[in-house]
T-cell receptor
Framework: NAGVMQNPRHLVRRRGQEARLRCSPM?????VYWYRQLPEEGLKFMVY????????ESGMPKERFSAEFPKEGPSILRIQQVVRGDSAAYFC?????????????FGQGTRLTVV | RKEVEQDPGPFNVPEGATVAFNCTYS??????FFWYRQDCRKEPKLLMS???SGNEDGRFTAQLNRASQYISLLIRDSKLSDSATYLC??????????FGKGTRLSVIA
């Protein structure tokens, strides 16, 4: 039973380019969460999705960032026109249902470096 | 006031020592509580859930005090492999997990 799969593990983009981060949840999990971790900082919630729906995007910057979780395929976090401040580790987590009393399983993360 | 607060450390302790971490949370509606462990440049992994009655898993003991809104983690007989950052995490039902910044532990030989 494969865990949460994220790719790429490392991504380098020049300022102004687009970054696409992919996350395949664990089998049987329909809830996906994206978190961002800046160096020496804690994990900050960005967005919570279920299949084809955004449930909570309160942590997502209003501009340049978008997320989707289509009926088929992985969840995608898209960052347009990247800037140096976007450099961070982006973690995806999944759960079978809501998180009351249950854990979220994390992928290994995508480390984005903007040069 | 931050939602989840932890002492960042670092805590530098010798092997075999007992070390305790505390964490406070601001939202009294929080329902679920966890300790996660994160190794350097790795993903967070669940260490243990925290229940009102307290729970123990080997050398690790977690306790929750709802009245004072704090959570604790006690590690007995520290091992070198316990060196990591320990993340206090709370959940308020359907909202996503809220993470503290973590407490860094270094166990020294």
């Amino acid at each position: 039973n494969a865990g949460v799969m994220q790719n790429p593990r490392h991504l380098v983009r020049r300022r102004g380019q687009e970054a696409r981060l992919r996350c395949s949840p664990m089998k049987g999990h329909s809830h996906v969460y994206w978190y961002r971790q800046l160096p020496e900082e804690g994990l900050k919630f960005m967005v919570y999705l279920q299949k084809e729906n955004i449930i909570d995007e309160s942590g997502m910057p209003k501009e340049r960032f978008s997320a989707e979780f289509p009926k088929e395929g992985p969840s995608i976090l898209r960052i347009q026109q990247v800037v140096r401040g976007d450099s961070a580790a982006y973690f995806c987590a999944s759960s079978p249902g809501t998180l009351v009393g249950t854990e979220a399983f994390f992928g290994q993360g995508t480390r984005l470096t903007v040069v | 006031r931050k939602e989840v607060e932890q002492d960042p450390g670092p805590f530098n302790v010798p092997e075999g020592a007992t070390v305790a971490f505390n964490c406070t949370y601001s939202n009294s509606a929080s329902q679920s509580f966890f300790w996660y462990r994160q190794d350097c440049r790795k993903e967070p992994k669940l260490l243990m859930s925290v229940y009102s009655s307290g729970n123990e898993d080997g050398r690790f003991t977690a306790q929750l005090n709802r009245a004072s809104q704090y959570i604790s983690l006690l590690i007995r007989d520290s091992k070198l492999s316990d060196s990591a950052t320990y993340l206090c995490v709370v959940n308020m039902g359907n909202t996503p997990l809220v993470f503290g910044k973590g407490t860094r532990l270094s166990v020294i030989a």
